[in-house]
């Protein structure tokens, strides 16, 4: 009766163990596929940054007159490459903290399985 009793401590024991690993492996890889995708972002910002920067605020397309009123979405306004710079910087932010949890997460099964 002990050991059956033993037996299925060490069983439920190894289980949870087990289960807890799968746990932290998987989100790890959800954080690696989240940088993954914040990177890209990020570069595609800057991308966008960069080609509105470059554009000529007295550049005329096509179809528009020169004396039209610039609508608030132009993509020459002032504004918004202010908007797009600041959401470059949360983006890159957020790819930081998320860099920083992936490294705590890598740590941790090292320092638990010393114990």
């Keep these: 009766m002990l050991r059956r009793l033993g037996l299925i401590l060490a069983t439920a024991i190894l289980t ?13 890889a959800n954080l690696q596929a989240d940088i ?3 990177r ?3 570069n595609q910002l800057r991308a966008q940054v960069t080609q509105l920067s470059r554009q000529s605020p007295s550049t005329v397309r096509p179809g528009l007159s020169s004396k039209a009123p610039r609508s608030p979405t132009d993509p020459s306004d002032p504004q918004i490459i202010d908007r797009l710079a600041v959401l470059a910087i949360e983006a890159k932010d ?3 903290a998320l860099e920083n949890r992936v490294s705590r997460l890598e740590k941790q099964p090292a320092t638990s399985g010393q114990k």
């Design 16 to 28: 949870v163990l087990l289960l807890q690993g799968l746990t932290s492996a998987q989100s790890a």
């Design 36 to 38: 993954f995708q914040l």
């Design 40 to 42: 890209s972002q990020v």
């Design 94 to 96: 957020r790819l930081t």
